[in-house]
């Protein structure tokens, strides 16, 4: 199975900040990787796919990069909505594995 | 409007069974891969299984592999996943959710509201 270790798994940031969430493959998915945002008590939400494409309605401060075994998501400002749980997945090969997650706190 | 909506969660004894369902609407749900993904409370996402449009490819994770089985029927847009001896581990929140596939990439983008699964004694 395709392990997927993201860092950190608590953030501590502030309105405004830059922050950056990183995901590690245990081999190669090539860009077969997603980035969700989750909302306590809130279905997983998709924010990228394809490693980098921006899912339409996502605001423009998420951007994800990465190909391979290493895939880093951006927020370039945060919003106070923008405090979350955020995961990665690949869908490169069956099991669809998601990371351990990053909380993401004021 | 597109949406998915599971069902049949609820209480069950260790060893017990439990049926869930998920009902698609607004968009062509028999030339779509499905899948299952479970939360436990407090824990992080697992896939748990997945479904081809005409039923032929079924994958299952590990952890629930021999126990659970998934099923499908597109002449009622409906989704299933069967569950057997089942384990106070398998106490989650149950999502259905559709794969879309993308040049380069692959994403569930449209995803039920959840059904709690709780097993207990």
């Known amino acids: 199975d395709i392990q997927l270790t993201q860092s950190p798994s608590f953030l501590s940031a502030s309105v405004g900040d830059r922050v950056t969430v990183t995901c590690r493959a245990s081999?190669?998915?090539?860009?077969?990787l997603a980035w969700y945002q989750q909302k306590p008590g809130k279905a997983p939400k998709l924010l990228i796919y394809?490693?980098?494409t921006l899912q339409s309605g996502v605001p423009s401060r998420f951007s994800g990069s990465g190909s391979g075994t290493e895939f880093t998501l951006t927020i370039s400002s945060l919003q106070p909505e923008d405090f979350a749980n955020y995961y990665c997945?690949?869908?490169?090969?069956?099991?669809?594995?998601f990371g351990q997650g990053t909380k993401l706190e004021i | 409007e597109v949406h998915l909506v599971e069902s049949g969660g609820g209480l069950v004894k260790p060893g017990g069974s439990l049926r869930l369902s998920c009902a698609a609407a607004?968009?062509?749900?028999?030339?779509?891969?499905m899948h299952w993904v479970r939360q436990a409370p407090g824990m992080g996402l697992e896939w748990v299984s997945s479904?081809?449009?005409?039923?032929?490819?079924?994958y299952y994770g590990d952890s629930v592999k021999g126990r659970f089985t998934v099923s499908r029927d597109n002449a009622k847009n409906s989704l299933y996943l069967q569950m057997n001896s089942l384990r106070a581990e398998d106490t989650a929140v149950y999502y259905c959710?559709?794969?879309?596939?993308?040049?380069?990439?692959?994403?569930?983008?449209?995803w039920g509201q959840g059904a709690m699964v709780t097993v207990s004694s």
């Open positions: 997945q690949q869908l490169y090969d069956y099991p669809y594995t």
């Open positions: 394809a490693a980098s």
């Open positions: 081999q190669g998915v090539s860009t077969y």
């Open positions: 607004g968009f062509n749900f028999s030339t779509s891969s």
């Open positions: 479904i081809s449009s005409s039923s032929t490819f079924l």
């Open positions: 959710t559709r794969l879309y596939n993308w040049n380069g990439g692959d994403a569930f983008v449209i």
